[in-house]
């Protein structure tokens, strides 16, 4: 089974509004990460924003927000006052502290075009 | 702070010919990942080290790749003899810890494998 799903293998969203990219995961470890990274058409991996399965709070940075639903299992990502130079490939990432070693999950990523 | 440097960051080469990929990561980080990215298989982690030791190497996916982390400043991934399946983008990645600190990716290895 997936362990991280990232539904929308594509999104538009005009410049200065809001844009929802949307994250669901798998997993029976109470101990957990999420995390979002965006790579851009240059190719380099940027890391975004962390959440820990037990903040209270849902973590923000920035113009990036992270809308944490943990009995959903989803971890959307939110950015603010779109830019152009937010157009890029996101990916949503899980790690599982207790099982799997650590290791890191990546989903298939959505690409965002930011349109002037 | 230099971030993760790898080298080189193109290779061609031609099928059955011995691949190096190197990488190093960020001082005082001390895990390692290794990960591989194409368009029909997305981002797939290969294999990770934590203290230079092999934590988990189920995604490499067979004999011909192997990775080393002789010290905590250096790690190579081989493939030999290469194939054509093999050309990708290969990034490494360091953290401090294996938990809730954030990855840094290199900026990649392209591996074009003819």
């Known amino acids: 089974a997936q362990k991280i799903t990232q539904t929308q293998p594509g999104m538009f969203v005009q410049e200065k509004e809001a844009v929802t990219l949307d994250c669901t995961y798998d997993?029976?470890?109470?101990?957990?990460?999420l995390f979002w990274y965006k790579q851009p058409s240059s190719g380099e991996m940027i890391f975004l924003i962390y959440?820990?399965?037990?903040?209270?709070q849902n973590a923000t940075e920035g113009r990036y927000s992270l809308n944490f639903q943990k009995a959903r299992k989803s971890a959307n990502l939110v950015i603010s006052a779109s830019q152009l130079g937010d157009s890029a490939m996101y990916f949503c990432?899980?790690?599982?502290?207790?099982?799997?070693?650590?290791?890191?999950?990546f989903g298939d990523g959505t690409t965002l075009t930011v349109k002037p | 702070d230099a971030g993760v440097i790898q080298s080189p960051r193109h290779e061609v080469t031609e099928m059955g010919q011995e691949v190096t990929l190197r990488c190093k990561p960020i001082?005082?980080?001390?895990?390692l990942f290794w990960y591989r990215q194409t368009m029909m298989r997305g981002l797939e982690l290969l294999i990770y080290?934590?203290?230079?030791?092999?934590?988990?190497d189920s995604g490499m996916p067979e004999d011909r790749f192997s990775a080393k982390m002789p010290n905590a400043s250096f790690s190579t991934l081989k493939i030999q003899p290469s194939e054509p399946r093999d050309s990708a983008v290969y990034f490494c990645?360091?953290?401090?810890?294996?938990?809730?600190?954030?990855?840094?990716f290199g900026p990649g290895t392209r591996l074009t494998v003819l």
């Open positions: 001082s005082g980080h001390n895990s």
């Open positions: 959440q820990g399965s037990y903040d209270q």
């Open positions: 990645a360091s953290s401090l810890g294996t938990k809730d600190n954030e990855q840094f």
């Open positions: 997993t029976s470890d109470p101990s957990y990460g």
């Open positions: 990432a899980m790690r599982e502290f207790n099982t799997n070693a650590g290791k890191s999950t």
């Open positions: 080290f934590n203290n230079n030791v092999p934590i988990d």
